[in-house]
């Protein structure tokens, strides 16, 4: 029976299925959904990984898993060989956007109710948040910012909570849970929808050893077992979830660990792409793989499975956003052709074509092309001064652009414009 089903087992296995779509597939005639599940369980059990033993979370390594992890290290280490064009401004360019992307969406999943393009704004031009939903995304840009500077430390209790506060700070009931382990068990994780409990966290009391066993498996301390790094980072990723150590802020905190850990690990890629944004995509199976690693033994390969697709999609992502920026940085290339202008210059009024009502500030121009602040203003006044722009008084103090009226006439320009 078994050799019957080993293909359609090896499929489930893929995916790593749970038993509700597995009860569904077509199977051999005279075997029934029951014996496929226990030929599917027992091909996991052959290659089962006790990984916390405290509280008996394992998986079982695929071939998938070990393909897909494969896959990520040959992306990671030649990825820009192929982006001939990429120099190291139009990188820092991308940092800056995805840092911004990850602190949206991140936040977003948390239930913060701002809109992208307002959130984007506000990070790009420093502004106050004014609720506690842009106060969130402001918390989570600087946590990934000050992660990035120490992406080389040891993870310990102190830089755990710190990690903490920065994400949580002004955001919480009670400030002065901000940096703290909760301090007693009346937390617990429920169905959105029907209120109903799925996972109640170990007692707080066990946060000491949990905090021991997070720093082992992140500094790779007394590990007797290889695990592939991107594995052992959604492992990370899932022990904070599971043990909750705060009141709030669990999911935030334990999606920057996976960060730290992935840059620490020289997995620099990371830096660029926003994770989380395929997860706030994807809530209701990001939940799931919860669920389902709860419901069946402490199973975590379906949390695994999920998080390895999440990667595989945002890598896609990155790679279609780059060369959108390609296309668009050619398209800048023929401003620069007609308006007697720089590259620089060229790609700030392609910002222009992108919305033509925005509005652009020194410091965003700054932020954008990381150039001093004289740099900026001396491309923008010279932009002026061409007719392109315009400037305008924001306030009493600040100044911004807009197209100016020779702005429609290089457009045109730009337009007929032929390279072969």
């Known amino acids: 029976m078994f050799k019957l089903l080993e293909p359609i087992v090896n499929g489930i296995n893929n995916e790593y299925e749970y038993w509700d779509s597995v009860k569904y597939k077509k199977i051999p005639e005279g075997c029934?959904?029951?014996?496929?599940?226990?030929?599917?369980?027992?091909?996991?059990?052959?290659?089962?990984?006790?990984?916390?033993?405290?509280?008996?979370?394992?998986?079982?390594?695929?071939?998938?898993?070990q393909r897909m992890c494969h896959e990520f290290d040959m992306i990671f280490g030649s990825f820009w060989e192929s982006k001939?064009?990429?120099?190291?401004?139009?990188?820092?360019?991308?940092?800056?956007?995805?840092?911004?992307?990850?602190?949206?969406?991140?936040?977003?999943?948390?239930?913060?109710?701002?809109?992208?393009?307002?959130?984007?704004?506000?990070?790009?031009?420093?502004?106050?948040?004014?609720?506690?939903?842009?106060?969130?995304?402001?918390?989570?840009?600087?946590?990934?910012?000050?992660?990035?500077?120490?992406?080389?430390?040891?993870?310990?209790?102190?830089?755990?909570?710190?990690?903490?506060?920065?994400?949580?700070?002004?955001?919480?009931?009670n400030p002065e849970n901000a940096g703290c382990f909760r301090t007693n068990d009346e937390i617990v994780v429920a169905d959105v929808i029907s209120n109903e409990i799925v996972h109640r966290p170990p007692s707080f009391e066990?946060?000491?050893n949990f905090v021991k066993d997070l720093c082992n498996v992140f500094n790779r301390e007394n590990s007797n077992v290889f695990i592939h790094p991107i594995i052992r980072g959604i492992i990370i990723h899932?022990?904070?979830?599971?043990?909750?150590?705060?009141?709030?802020?669990?999911?935030?905190?334990?999606?920057?660990?996976?960060?730290?850990?992935?840059?620490?690990?020289?997995?620099?890629?990371?830096?660029?792409?926003?994770?989380?944004?395929?997860?706030?995509?994807?809530?209701?199976?990001?939940?799931?793989?919860?669920l389902y690693t709860e419901n069946d033994d402490n199973d975590m390969g379906y949390f695994i499975a999920y998080n390895l697709r999440v990667l595989k999609l945002s890598f896609q992502q990155l790679h279609d956003y780059i060369q959108r920026k390609q296309m668009q940085k050619k398209a800048s290339n023929?401003?620069?052709?007609?308006?007697?202008?720089?590259?620089?210059?060229?790609?700030?009024?392609?910002?222009?074509?992108?919305?033509?009502?925005r509005v652009v500030t020194v410091k965003e121009v700054q932020d954008i092309f990381s150039?001093?602040?004289?740099?900026?203003?001396?491309?923008l006044s010279e932009?002026?001064?061409q007719g392109y722009l315009e400037e305008i008084a924001m306030n009493k103090i600040k100044r911004g652009y807009i197209k100016g009226e020779k702005f429609e006439d290089l457009e045109r320009r730009k337009q007929t414009t032929n390279f072969c």
């Not at 959904?33 to 390594?61: A, C, E, T």
């Not at 210059?345 to 910002?351: E, K, T």
Request: net charge positive; hydrophobic share 40%; no cysteine.
């Open 32 to 65: 029934t959904p029951q014996q496929l599940w226990i030929n599917v369980k027992l091909s996991r059990y052959m290659k089962n990984i006790v990984i916390w033993d405290r509280y008996g979370i394992h998986f079982s390594i695929t071939d998938q898993m």
């Open 84 to 173: 001939d064009g990429s120099n190291p401004n139009e990188k820092k360019y991308y940092i800056a956007s995805s840092l911004m992307e990850e602190a949206f969406y991140s936040s977003q999943i948390e239930g913060a109710s701002t809109t992208r393009v307002a959130a984007k704004e506000m990070l790009r031009k420093k502004k106050t948040p004014r609720d506690k939903s842009q106060q969130m995304i402001v918390n989570n840009y600087n946590t990934i910012q000050y992660i990035v500077e120490h992406q080389n430390e040891p993870l310990t209790e102190k830089s755990l909570l710190h990690i903490h506060r920065l994400m949580t700070e002004k955001t919480l009931d």
């Open 206 to 208: 066990e946060i000491p």
């Open 238 to 290: 899932f022990m904070v979830a599971y043990m909750h150590p705060f009141v709030d802020g669990n999911g935030r905190t334990a999606r920057a660990l996976f960060y730290w850990f992935m840059l620490k690990e020289k997995y620099w890629l990371t830096e660029y792409m926003s994770i989380s944004r395929v997860i706030a995509r994807s809530k209701k199976s990001y939940e799931k793989s919860f």
């Open 334 to 357: 023929i401003f620069m052709f007609n308006g007697n202008i720089n590259e620089r210059q060229a790609q700030i009024l392609q910002l222009y074509v992108e919305n033509p009502f």
């Open 371 to 379: 150039v001093a602040p004289m740099t900026a203003r001396r491309d």
């Open 383 to 385: 932009l002026v001064s």
